[in-house]
């Protein structure tokens, strides 16, 4: 048996039959996919909720490759199993531009795609140019174009439809030597201003967003999480305008689709569960969006909180909380 405690946030200490770790593509190759198997990168969002696993598999393919190179932008790829922080700091030390308000994700590149991670006004689908991979357990090697990746708010071709059924070995992306910074989401332009900032360079927004992020959210080697637990409702503006009428205070961003996005947080702060503890599992303190294993909790203990959250938010506001974490069962 092997511990995967140290192989997801959360720090759940359940266990795997089988462990493989994949360090090169023939290892792709030269493993056995015909029977039970899970695909983990660095674990930083998903929730295990079983005791017991029978075969995991561990990305830890490497590798930054500049591709093409103009005066205006850079194509690169990158290995699936690189740390996207990494990867961030590593093209911002390059003033390449894109993915700087990116900073302080956690997880493999080969999650980014999968979840289209995104954080102040940024998603991975604005500069993302294809994903390539396996599907498994032909092992035929498939480049997916990003029109061909159905990417939504935290959702993917690769999330849905293919879930368990491809491995992500590598993306390609496009990033700017010419920078158009996007400052207004969340509190990104004060923070700079605080510092006296106000022509900004790629190195000074992603430091912001670091200490942005770094002042929210608790540093999962010291206590178990996974970020966000629940994403950020969207409803049509006729069921924001009455739901404001109740509740004055509500906060709603109208994007370009017509919808209202919400502040889930918000939310279940207004439940009352923001600093609540239920078991070894609890809400946490500065960001009530996040949910955080306490020491000794189990990942149904996660879960029994999340669905209680669930619970009061419907029953107070009408609205379904989905988790943005993988919620993982044998």
């Not at 999330?159 to 400052?183: R, V």
């Not at 967003?209 to 970020?227: F, H, T």
């Amino acid at each position: 048996m092997h511990s995967l405690k140290e192989y997801n946030s959360f720090g759940i200490d359940a266990v795997s039959k089988e462990l493989i770790i994949i360090k090169d593509l023939s290892d792709i190759i030269h493993t056995d996919f015909s029977k039970p198997y899970k695909i983990l990168g660095a674990g930083s969002n998903v929730l295990l909720l079983s005791n017991s696993y029978d075969r995991i598999l561990v990305n830890e393919l490497k590798g930054i490759q500049i591709v093409d190179e103009t005066d205006q932008d850079v194509t690169i790829q990158v290995a699936s199993g690189e740390n996207w922080h990494e990867f961030v700091m590593w093209s911002v030390s390059k003033n390449f531009s894109g993915i700087e308000n990116l900073s302080l994700i956690p997880g493999t590149v080969g999650a980014a795609p999968v979840q289209n991670i995104g954080a102040y006004g940024v998603e991975l689908k604005d500069v993302l140019l294809s994903v390539e991979g396996y599907f498994l357990p032909q092992k035929t090697k498939k480049v997916f174009s990003i029109q061909e990746c159905d990417l939504g708010y935290r959702s993917s071709l690769f999330k849905t439809t293919l879930k368990n059924q491809f491995f992500i070995s590598g993306i390609t992306l496009k990033l700017s030597k010419i920078p158009i910074f996007k400052l207004e989401y969340g509190n990104l332009k004060e923070t700079l201003a605080k510092k006296g900032i106000y022509k900004p360079t790629i190195q000074d927004i992603s430091m912001a967003v670091i200490e942005i992020r770094q002042s929210k959210l608790p540093d999962p080697k010291k206590i178990g999480n996974a970020g966000s637990f629940f994403k950020n409702s969207s409803i049509p503006k006729i069921q924001f305008d009455i739901l404001k009428s109740k509740f004055p205070e509500m906060p709603g961003y109208p994007d370009h689709t017509g919808l209202v996005k919400l502040s889930s947080g918000w939310l279940i702060e207004q439940c009352g569960w923001k600093g609540k503890q239920l078991n070894q599992a609890a809400c946490y303190e500065k960001q009530a969006l996040v949910l955080v294993n306490l020491g000794q909790a189990t990942g149904q203990d996660i879960l029994q909180l999340a669905n209680k959250i669930q619970g009061d938010v419907f029953l107070k506001f009408g609205l379904h909380l989905e988790p943005e974490v993988n919620l993982w069962y044998n």
